[in-house]
C-alpha cells in the first residue's frame, strides 16, 4: 500500500516536472517577434509591436501628432496602458501595491495641505503675541542698555580680534590638508592608472576584447531584423563624417540589398527618411549567449581584477 502511495506521488512529480521542461523548451524554442515603422519629415512618427505566444504578452507603442500611446496584454487582458483601454483582472492584481500607492500619496498631500493651513494661522496669531511682547521689552532695554554699552563694547573688541586670528590659523591649517589630501589621492589616482595600463597591455585582456566582440556579433546576429526596407537621406556639415557613416552603413546594406536605400548629402546637414522592419528573437540563443558570457573564465578575472583596483 505504502510502495503503491510513493509510486503515485513519484509518477506526479515526475509529470510536473516533464511539463516544466516542456514549458521551458517552448519558452525557449518559439521567438520573440517585434515589428517597428518610422518616419520622419520635421517630425517623428512611427510606432512598434511585440508578439510573445507561450504567455500570450502583446506590447504596443505608439508615437503620433506628438502624443506616446503604448498598451501591455497578457493572456488577452491589458494590464498596463495609458489609453481608455479597461484593465483586466490580472493587470488590477499584479499592480494593486502601486495604486494603493498613488491613493496614499494623494490622501497624504490633501493632508499636509490642511496641516499646511493650521500651522499658517497659529504662526500668524503667534507672530501677534511675539510683536507686543517684543516691544514691551524693548521699552525696558532701552533703559538698561545706555548704561552696559560702554563695558561691553570693550570687551567685545579683544573676543573680536583673537576670533578673527584663531579664524584665519584654521583656514590656513584646513589649507594645508586639502592640498596634502590632493597630492595623496593624485598619487593614489597614478598607481591605480599604472595597474590598469598593465591589465589593459597584458594577453589575457587582448583575449578578453576578441571574445567580447565575438559576443556583439552573435547578439547583433540574434536581434537584427529579418527584414528591413526604407529610404534615408542623411547629411553632416562635414562630408569626412558622413562618409565615415556611410562606411559603417555599407557593412549593413548587403543584408538588406534592394530594400533598405540610403542617400548620403555631402553638400548640407540633414536627415529625413522612413524605415520598417519585422523580425524573431529566439530566447534560448540569448540563454546560450548569456551563459557563455558567464562562463567566460577570462572575462570574470579581467573584471575582479578592475574591480579590486577601482575600489582599492
Not at 102 to 111: A, G, T, W, Y
Request: some cysteine; hydrophobic content about 40%.
Amino acid at each position: 500500500m505504502i510502495l503503491s502511495i510513493l509510486k503515485g506521488i513519484g509518477c506526479v512529480i515526475g509529470i510536473i516536472v516533464l511539463v516544466i521542461l516542456l514549458y521551458i523548451g517552448i519558452v525557449c524554442i518559439l521567438p520573440v517577434r517585434y515589428e517597428f515603422d518610422g518616419d520622419y519629415h520635421e517630425q517623428f512618427d512611427g510606432g512598434a509591436r511585440i508578439r510573445y505566444m507561450p504567455i500570450g504578452l502583446r506590447i504596443a507603442v505608439s508615437y503620433h501628432n506628438q502624443q506616446f500611446q503604448y498598451t501591455v496584454r497578457l493572456l488577452g487582458g491589458v494590464i498596463m496602458t495609458n489609453t481608455g483601454a479597461k484593465i483586466s483582472w490580472i493587470g488590477r492584481k499584479l499592480f494593486a501595491d502601486e495604486e494603493k500607492e498613488e491613493e496614499s500619496s494623494s490622501v497624504s498631500e490633501q493632508n499636509n495641505d490642511i496641516s499646511g493651513l493650521e500651522h499658517v494661522e497659529n504662526m500668524e496669531q503667534s507672530t501677534e503675541s511675539h510683536s507686543s511682547a517684543r516691544a514691551s521689552q524693548e521699552k525696558k532695554i532701552q533703559h538698561t542698555g545706555d548704561s552696559h554699552s560702554e563695558e561691553e563694547c570693550q570687551n567685545v573688541q579683544p573676543d573680536k580680534r583673537i576670533s578673527v586670528r584663531q579664524r584665519i590659523r584654521d583656514r590656513i591649517q584646513h589649507g594645508k590638508q586639502r592640498i596634502r589630501r590632493i597630492f595623496q589621492k593624485g598619487k593614489q589616482w597614478n598607481k591605480k592608472k599604472d595597474a590598469l595600463l598593465k591589465i589593459y597591455h597584458s594577453r589575457r585582456f587582448e583575449v578578453v576584447k576578441a571574445d567580447v566582440k565575438g559576443y556583439i556579433k552573435q547578439f547583433f546576429y540574434i536581434v537584427k531584423p529579418q527584414r528591413l526596407e526604407g529610404e534615408v537621406h542623411f547629411g553632416f556639415e562635414d562630408p569626412a563624417a558622413t562618409g565615415e557613416l556611410l562606411g559603417v552603413l555599407a557593412c549593413i546594406l548587403p543584408l538588406y540589398q534592394n530594400y533598405l536605400m540610403i542617400h548620403p548629402d555631402f553638400e548640407k546637414a540633414c536627415f529625413d527618411g522612413n524605415l520598417r522592419g519585422k523580425g524573431k528573437i529566439y530566447l534560448g540563443a540569448v540563454l546560450i549567449l548569456l551563459l557563455k558570457i558567464v562562463w567566460n573564465k577570462n572575462l570574470i578575472k579581467v573584471t575582479k581584477k578592475v574591480q579590486t583596483i577601482i575600489e582599492a
